[in-house]
């Protein structure tokens, strides 16, 4: 197997095993639409980068990669969280067969997207590496190429500015209301 | 349930990328011709984590060998040596995964899910001084091993964050004591092979040395150990599988809430308790009526302390809760004191759906839950079918939540096998004897991470949902809201919120009468 090859078919499963969570987490964070074209540009830009697994794993390096390319459309993240924060709610109490449970999760939604749309973009990029990427402390700090301690005071921050904003909307309460 | 999960199933999803997208993606890549920088294997002779945190100082703890120096005799028939077959129960913790090769140069992959920080993976290699190296993503670990099983550098990526709690895949690789590996930090050209030998640093070149070596004598084996959470959840099973069967008109759930709830002013806090009490009539025949009933028991100082404090303040009829900063004005709410039953409400009307109250997992009628199969294995096959997708998880991450399923009214045969897998989930913790808020003895188990913050002295605190199971009938007695450190006077271990179900649960002959003394609220 000749090296170009062997590399070709290393890029090919890098992209079959991440292609759909990297668009899944541009999607949720701008649109499906921008994900379309975004997704494609992250492995594009990995490759023009270099490949190199001495950085470490792949998966929050390509992690890292979106974050930076969604940072370009900062104006359309925070329009989207803040339009999500006015539907969620009215939606929720809307619909026909509201649940409690239902109501609550929309209430819910709202005021995180509120929330989410206050935060600055630092603290905003970890609490969603974390939230929608499910990546680690250790694995937000590689993608982001921030020390550990960053990552860990910033998700803090972000905590409590969600904290706040979900007040007296208690989660496990929908438990016990059947 | 913490905030960063909350918003990660808040946050809408959306569906796969179209087959289109990703064609073109992949096109766009195929286009692009440019020689690909090669990859650079990582160079440390221990786990390494990525380049970006290599400044992390890794704490080595190294598990002692307890080596079996006379003593007495083990009463059991030879078991096989821990290289053929690694031993079930190794220095008091349990296997959880483990492989074994015949054969030296060959390579194994273990899967598991760490249930706590003190697993250890451990390799028996029947050559002493045996290679191995291992290796997970961008994480290589190597060393040497014996027959008495190698230190276990494992230990330590427990103690960092993201490790516990989800499934790793690790490969192993073993060779014999012999194999020209290079040992140490020696640097090597990228190619692998220097003099000859091996530097081994990523997958590739172990798989290229066990290539060259081919198969060689020398057995192994490896294990992941850990301890084993949750025999008594098997034990309920086995005793719950004999119960009788019940059945009768309607499926009755009693509820008791209880919450403490923080009021008054800066420096003169205190507690409130607030006990409200909730039923619910499920008919088995679905076109009878379904009624729901909810009542306030009482609003009340908590304890004799906070008795004198509310005094102290005058006796109000009325507080404010006091809430965190930053919470909205309308959320606060006023509480009205009562030592009386109040605000009832009841409902009263068939019901097409014919849902069970407790949701969490899925949306359930009584035909299906008593559809429900005996038997762990095709009850995990049904319940893949149900699971409530809106939740936006996969099915292995929903599935600790099944043990919501346990207020249902499930078969004894359906309960056994629900508690049996649950018994085998790595998420299940069992936290040993309880008593639960109203009193009763029972097991204290915390099914799903429901690890959170609560703020019950202004300040955040770590807290812990956790179920509390009848020994005898593997129901929930109660689900409680738990500090976990003590705060402002609370001790840990106080109960935050609790739902206990209340004697008079289950299935009962007995119709639902209209109460006179409630207000009926439309459905």
């Given at each position: 197997m000749s090296v170009s090859t062997h590399l070709r078919t290393d890029l090919d499963r890098v992209f079959d095993a991440h292609f759909a969570e990297i668009h899944r987490y541009i999607?949720?964070?701008?649109?499906?639409?921008?994900?379309?074209?975004?997704?494609?540009?992250?492995?594009?830009?990995?490759?023009?980068?270099?490949?190199?697994?001495?950085r470490?794993?792949?998966?929050?390096?390509?992690y890292g990669i979106a974050t930076n390319l969604v940072a370009r459309h900062r104006r359309t993240e925070i329009r989207r969280w803040k339009a999500l924060s006015r539907t969620a709610e009215r939606e929720a109490e809307d619909h026909e067969d509201a649940t409690l449970t239902r109501v609550a999760a929309g209430k819910l939604t709202g005021r995180l997207a509120g929330a989410l749309a206050g935060l600055n973009r630092g603290d905003r990029d970890v609490?969603?590496?974390?939230?929608?990427?499910?990546?680690t402390h250790l694995e937000v700090a590689a993608a982001l190429e921030i020390p550990y301690g960053t990552v860990a005071s910033r998700l803090n921050r972000a905590r409590k500015q969600l904290r706040k904003a979900l007040g007296d909307v208690n989660p496990l309460k929908e438990a016990h209301d059947g | 349930m913490d905030e960063v999960t909350l918003l990660a199933q808040a946050i809408p999803d959306v569906p796969q990328p179209s087959a289109e997208t990703v064609a073109r993606a992949r096109a766009r890549l195929a286009a692009l011709d440019d020689p690909v920088r090669r990859p650079r294997p990582l160079r440390r002779w221990a786990w390494t984590a990525g380049a970006g945190v290599a400044t992390i100082a890794v704490v080595t703890a190294v598990i002692m060998l307890v080596s079996h120096l006379g003593g007495v005799p083990e009463p059991q028939p030879a078991a096989p040596p821990a290289f053929q077959q690694a031993p079930r129960v190794h220095q008091g913790l349990h296997r959880l995964a483990g492989a074994r090769m015949p054969q030296s140069a060959t390579k194994t992959t273990l899967r598991f899910r760490p249930t706590s920080e003190r697993i250890a993976i451990v390799l028996f290699c029947q050559k002493p001084g045996s290679i191995f190296f291992s290796n997970e993503g961008g994480s290589s670990a190597g060393g040497t091993c014996g027959p008495d099983g190698a230190p276990s550098m494992l230990a330590d990526k427990a103690h960092e964050p993201g490790w516990l709690g989800r499934d790793h895949e690790i490969t192993f690789w073993v060779f014999p004591p012999d194999a020209p590996v290079v040992r140490g930090r020696k640097a090597c050209p990228p190619q692998g092979s220097c003099d000859g030998a091996y530097e081994l640093s990523g997958p590739e070149t172990a798989d290229r040395l066990a290539a060259e070596l081919g198969s060689r004598p020398g057995a192994w084996s490896v294990a992941a150990y850990d301890v084993q959470a949750a025999r008594p959840l098997h034990d309920i099973a086995d005793r719950v599988e004999k119960l009788p069967a019940r059945t009768g008109a309607y499926w009755r759930r009693t509820l008791t809430n209880g919450s403490l709830i923080r009021v008054g002013a800066p420096g003169a806090v205190y507690r409130l308790k607030e006990e409200a009490r909730f039923d619910w009539w499920q008919p088995r025949d679905p076109t009878g009526p379904l009624m729901t009933e909810s009542r306030r028991l009482f609003t009340r100082p908590a304890t004799a302390a906070d008795e004198k404090a509310w005094r102290a303040a005058g006796s109000p009829a009325e507080v404010e809760q006091a809430c965190m900063g930053g919470t909205p004005g309308e959320d606060c709410a006023r509480l009205k004191l009562s030592s009386?039953?109040?605000?009832?409400?009841?409902?009263?009307?068939?019901?097409?759906?014919?849902?069970?109250?407790?949701?969490?997992?899925?949306?359930?009628?009584?035909?299906?839950?008593?559809?429900?199969?005996?038997?762990?294995?095709?009850?995990?096959?049904?319940?893949?079918?149900?699971?409530?997708?809106?939740?936006?998880?996969?099915f292995e991450d929903a599935l600790p939540m099944a043990a919501s399923l346990?207020?249902?009214?499930?078969?004894?045969?359906?309960?056994?096998?629900?508690?049996?897998?649950?018994?085998?989930?790595?998420?299940?913790?069992?936290?040993?004897?309880?008593?639960?808020?109203?009193?009763?003895?029972?097991?204290?188990?915390?099914?799903?991470d429901g690890k959170g913050m609560s703020y019950p002295g202004g300040e955040e605190a770590p807290t812990e949902f956790q179920q509390i199971l009848d020994p005898?009938?593997?129901?929930?007695?109660?689900?409680?809201?738990?500090l976990l450190e003590a705060r402002e006077g609370l001790p840990k271990g106080t109960v935050l919120h609790y739902t206990a179900h209340t004697p008079g649960d289950g299935w009962t002959d007995e119709r639902p009468e209209e109460p006179a003394d409630c207000a009926k609220k439309r459905r």
């Open positions: 999607a949720r964070r701008l649109s499906v639409d921008a994900a379309d074209d975004l997704a494609a540009e992250v492995f594009l830009v990995a490759v023009r980068g270099g490949y190199d697994s001495s470490g794993e792949v998966r929050p390096w390509l609490v969603l590496l974390v939230a929608l990427g499910g990546l | 009386e039953p109040s605000a009832c409400e009841y409902t009263r009307g068939v019901d097409a759906k014919g849902l069970l109250p407790d949701r969490r997992f899925a949306g359930l009628t009584v035909a299906e839950v008593e559809r429900l199969p005996a038997d762990p294995a095709r009850l995990r096959d049904r319940l893949r079918t149900l699971y409530d997708r809106r939740t936006r998880r996969s346990l207020n249902l009214p499930l078969k004894p045969g359906t309960r056994a096998a629900l508690l049996h897998l649950l018994a085998d989930l790595p998420t299940t913790r069992v936290r040993g004897q309880a008593t639960d808020p109203l009193g009763r003895p029972g097991i204290r188990v915390s099914f799903w005898e009938t593997g129901r929930i007695l109660a689900e409680v809201t738990v």
